[in-house]
T-cell receptor, first 112, second 111 residues
Framework: ETGVTQTPRHLVMGMTNKKSLKCEQHLGHNAMYWYKQSAKKPLELMFVYSLEERVENNSVPSRFSPECPNSSHLFLHLHTLQPEDSALYLC???????????FGPGTRLTVT | QKEVEQNSGPLSVPEGAIASLNCTYSDRVSQSFFWYRQYSGKSPELIMSIYSNGDKEDGRFTAQLNKASQYVSLLIRDSQPSDSATYLCAVYGGSNYKLTFGKGTLLTVNP
């Protein structure tokens, strides 16, 4: 595997389900990000981890819970989501202190 | 509220022409600027970064930055149909790794 990978690529879940999104980077980076991309809106930063410490939580509802067990892996735990949470969820990574971010392929999430 | 503005397009150019994509930003202390290309159904791909005033060239791509006018642009020379995509401008203002993205400009290159 190279670059940034994300699983699953597509996810359909009901509002009462609990699921997790996984991201893994193979670039030797030590900062990782979660973004949300909705139609007609700019990319929205959700969370930033640098050296496994959360440095940014961009006013994200508590039904989204991030986890960064090490510098290569990032999770987004989802529970009790709303239909408006349906979007493309993108993971990215960069060098700590670096700003050039590299994105994974994304998870297309549909909440029914 | 920091804002990054882009014309949503679509911008349509013939093959071989120069495509000019523009971006303005509101935060005067912004330090670093990036252009991403996003094909339909795919994730954003970093194509250019620029940190100081002036031009930066990489192959057919030239990024131009004017901090006094709070303006950054991307020129694509000899446009190809494979350049058809949405181009996202992103700006870093110095706060906790946070990039602010524009909504993107859809570019269509017609054969």
């Amino acid at each position: 595997e190279t670059g940034v990978t994300q699983t699953p690529r597509h996810l359909v879940m009901g509002m009462t389900n609990k699921k997790s999104l996984k991201c893994e980077q193979h670039l030797g980076h030590n900062a990782m990000y979660w973004y949300k991309q909705s139609a007609k809106k700019p990319l929205e930063l959700m969370f930033v981890y640098s050296l496994e410490e959360r440095v940014e939580n961009n006013s994200v509802p508590s039904r989204f819970s991030p986890e960064c067990p090490n510098s290569s892996h990032l999770f987004l735990h989802l529970h009790t989501l709303q239909p408006e949470d349906s979007a493309l969820y993108l993971c990215a990574s960069s060098k700590a202190g670096g700003l050039e971010q590299y994105f994974g392929p994304g998870t297309r999430l549909t909440v029914t | 509220q920091k804002e990054v503005e882009q014309n949503s397009g679509p911008l349509s150019v013939p093959e071989g022409a120069i495509a000019s994509l523009n971006c303005t930003y509101s935060d005067r202390v912004s330090q670093s600027f990036f252009w991403y290309r996003q094909y339909s159904g795919k994730s954003p791909e970093l194509i250019m970064s620029i940190y100081s005033n002036g031009d930066k060239e990489d192959g057919r791509f030239t990024a131009q930055l004017n901090k006094a006018s709070q303006y950054v642009s991307l020129l694509i020379r000899d446009s190809q149909p494979s350049d058809s995509a949405t181009y996202l401008c992103a700006v870093y203002g110095g706060s906790n790794y946070k990039l602010t993205f524009g909504k993107g400009t859809l570019l269509t290159v017609n054969p």
